[in-house]
């Protein structure tokens, strides 16, 4: 869950129109003369029920579980009656292909048939497809990107096109094929079921962008293949038994060093430095100045069919493109696939698309076709706690040829620069998106934003209600009749994150429980318990306002009560010195951390959380 985003603000938009000051201002007004709407409580800070929807307190807790203190310590900690074991790490085996070895000594080629580096979004299809098997299935897992300097021997020096290839073949996404034998999950290998998607994979192109102009490069004349996918970060999951996997910070991958870098490439934070992975040094693709059409390629969501290898993967057009951290599908009452989406940095927006065609239980192939055409939104936040879904459709809201948008493609290329013009709301780094499994109601992780109100940044809003927001905030929303194909909706924040106890006002959070920061990682269970991951920095961890936070942790939370419940601190991080501060999962003769999938359960064989 790499968190580190360059400081520089890429939405440099003025979006903020009078209207919504003066809305602003009206709903504060309303505020003292005791109007208590949603956006003022949020402005105040502290905890209320939902003005959304009032509903009765339960009286006994959701969650059956003790809850676990914060940790430093490089293990993972889980509550009592709970275990967690290791079952995927970096390097090994997706299937019977070549084991890891501890002084990184496998190759590109090894590496290709191995567990990629930062598992971040996976998902559990059951076996066989629609078995509902809670005892074997497929497990696709994100890997998000690499740390360069435990992925090769002797680190990135010197630096080699080996290296290189290596690097791209520790990112991606597997599927691998797990099964539940005597109380123990294990992968099952040889599988033929087994996939690894990297960096050099050909992905197919699909959607209005699929072979536009702005899609071809000298190494694909067509515009309809792209090789790779990196960066892969949260994701999502359809009713027809795919995987959404979501490219998040691509433009870490590429520098432009040309003496004037376009407005297109600047909006996605496209710069002369990178983010360090230096690929252009021996894979001139990363090259964006020699090669200005390569990064429109990469930023969209890619659809993978776990249950059949020989199926190309997709690029998803019609999604948008933008730094996309997950890919939420719910489905309206007339069965349209609906798909929330977060563009993740800071003062960025939130997306949903809506299909125009509708959801076929039996007919998987026309249901492959689903996500490729529809209308793509970007959510406007009102102050009064009201907010509207503003169309993306070329012809539409001022997407004209006046407006610098010369087609359908041309928007979902430049789908930051729509929302731009359509006044979308900058929010505070949307991160995963869950709907409630029996109401609704939608939940979106903002994980923080340090430059909320910060040397002439954009100050805070009642959707964003603090400066220097170094904890971030949950926002919810309800869309109009419960109809997630709605174009209007009515929100509030479900939590502000960090300690009750914190002696700045501003950084206090209202947290009915354990304190925590940078929600991340979202979901509800069947329950209706919403599960956090948090994401804090590892720039920032044990230090100063996160002092007594400790490691990175999961919670549970109840969003009928608000209460928030500790259940699972992970091992320490530090990139800087991973080997000095970590020897998680291996222990110290392992040589080298390594980020891995766990499995959590419980050990009395019931429903985890309960
Ligand atoms: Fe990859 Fe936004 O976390
Ligand atoms: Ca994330």
Not at 23 to 50: E, H, I, V
Not at 176 to 202: F, H, K
Not at 223 to 238: D, S, W
Not at 411 to 428: E, S, Y
């Amino acid at each position: 869950m790499k968190s580190e985003i360059d400081d520089e603000t890429c939405n440099r938009s003025t979006n903020w129109a009078f209207e919504e000051i003066l809305s602003q201002r009206l709903a504060r007004r309303d505020l003292m003369k005791g109007g208590l709407g949603a956006a003022a409580l949020a402005l105040l800070g502290g905890w209320a029920p939902s003005p959304m929807a009032p509903r009765a307190e339960a009286n006994t807790s959701l969650f059956g579980f003790t809850g676990v203190p914060v940790s430093t310590r490089d293990v993972v900690t889980v509550p009592p009656g709970y275990a967690a074991d290791v079952l995927y790490a970096w390097g090994d085996p997706i299937s019977d292909g070549p084991a890891f070895k501890p002084d990184a000594s496998n190759t590109a080629a090894e590496q290709e048939q191995q567990a990629g580096m930062h598992h971040d979004g996976l998902h559990f299809f059951p076996l066989p497809l629609g078995s509902g098997s809670s005892t074997r299935g497929l497990l696709a897992v994100n890997h998000e990107y690499t740390d360069d300097g435990l992925l090769h021997v002797g680190g990135m020096e010197p630096w080699t096109a080996e290296k290189v290839a290596k690097a791209q073949a520790a990112v991606g996404v597997s599927v691998v094929e797990v099964v539940l034998n005597d109380g123990t999950w294990r992968i099952v290998r040889p599988s033929r079921s087994a996939q690894r998607l990297t960096g050099r994979t050909p992905i197919r192109l699909a959607g209005p962008a699929a072979g536009q102009a702005m899609m071809k490069t000298g190494l694909n004349p067509t515009g309809l293949t792209v090789l790779g996918t990196m960066n892969n970060c949260a994701h999502g999951a359809t009713p027809w038994g795919t995987y959404l996997t979501c490219e998040e910070n691509f433009n870490g991958y590429f520098v432009n060093r040309s003496a004037s870098i376009p407005p297109c490439q600047r909006r996605y934070g496209i710069n002369e430095r990178g983010a360090g992975y230096r690929w252009h040094e021996h894979d001139p693709r990363f090259d964006a100045s020699a090669h200005p059409n390569e990064p429109n390629r990469f930023g969209w969501v890619v659809e993978i069919d776990p249950y059949d290898p020989n199926r190309q993967p997709v690029k998803q057009t019609a999604l948008g493109r933008f730094k996309h951290e997950g890919a939420t599908v719910t489905l309206a009452p007339d069965n349209r696939v609906v798909v929330y989406m977060g563009d993740d940095e800071r003062f960025e927006y939130i997306y949903k698309f809506v299909s125009r065609k509708a959801f076929a239980h039996a007919d998987r192939e026309t249901n492959r076709r689903l996500l490729e055409e529809g209308t793509l939104y970007v959510a406007r936040f009102h102050p009064d706690g009201r907010g509207d879904w503003r169309e993306l459709t070329h012809g539409v809201n001022g997407l004209d040829q006046a407006s610098g948008f010369s087609s359908q493609a041309d928007v979902l290329v430049n789908t930051r620069a729509a929302g731009d013009r359509v006044g979308a709301t900058k929010m505070d780094r949307p991160e995963w998106i869950a709907v409630h499994p029996r109401n609704r109601e939608v939940y979106c992780a903002l994980t923080n934003n340090a430059s909320r109100g910060v040397e002439g940044r954009p100050g805070p809003d009642p959707m964003n209600p603090r400066s220097n927001n170094v904890f971030g905030h949950i926002v919810r929303w309800r869309e109009t009749g419960g109809d997630p194909s709605a174009t209007t909706f009515e929100w509030d924040i479900f939590v502000l994150c960090g300690d009750p106890a914190n002696p700045q006002e501003a950084k206090q959070g209202n947290i009915k429980g354990d304190i925590f920061g940078s929600p991340d990682g979202l979901w509800f269970d069947d329950r209706g318990a919403l599960w956090i991951q948090t994401d804090v920095s590892p720039s920032v961890l044990y230090k100063g306002d996160h002092a007594t936070m400790g490691n990175n942790q999961m919670l549970a939370a109840d969003p009928a009560t608000g209460e928030v419940r500790r259940f699972l601190t992970g091992p320490r991080s530090d990139p800087a010195k991973p080997t000095a501060v970590s020897a998680w999962p291996d222990g110290p003769a392992g040589g080298r951390p390594r980020s891995a999938t766990i499995v959590i359960r419980k050990r009395d064989g019931g429903v985890i959380g309960t």
